[in-house]
């Protein structure tokens, strides 16, 4: 996953799409590509769209987090907002919006 960030990332892209690239690693491993998307999408300044079911990744990476659920966008959070969001209170956001519990085993435990 790493090579192929960096394969990527060299090309210059306008638009580097990221799709589940953690998915399937364990986790000091997707820790560390977590690291290197950072460096890479911090110093080529890339604009950047991470698909991920991990919650906390989510929140902890980039400056604006959306939540889908069935094709649909629930949340969209950036700025202070987002700052100050944590995993819980983005499940209460979703529960609050949908009237349902979130129940993704895969977001829950990532």
Do not use: C, W
Not at 7 to 20: C, F, G, N, S, V
Not at 60 to 69: L, P
């Amino acid at each position: 996953q790493a090579l192929t960030l960096l394969m990527a990332t060299m090309a210059r892209p306008k638009l580097l799409l990221l799709d589940e690239h953690t998915a399937s690693l364990d986790p000091a491993i997707a820790k560390k590509v977590l690291y290197l998307t950072s460096k890479f999408v911090s110093e080529e300044k890339l604009t950047t769209i991470m698909i991920t079911h991990n919650m906390k990744a989510a929140l902890e990476y980039g400056s604006r987090t959306i939540m889908m659920h069935d094709g649909e966008i629930v949340l969209d959070l950036q700025g202070k907002e987002r700052e100050e969001t944590s995993v819980d209170s983005l499940l209460e956001m979703f529960s609050r919006v949908k009237k349902e519990r979130f129940l993704d085993d895969r977001a829950l435990l990532a």
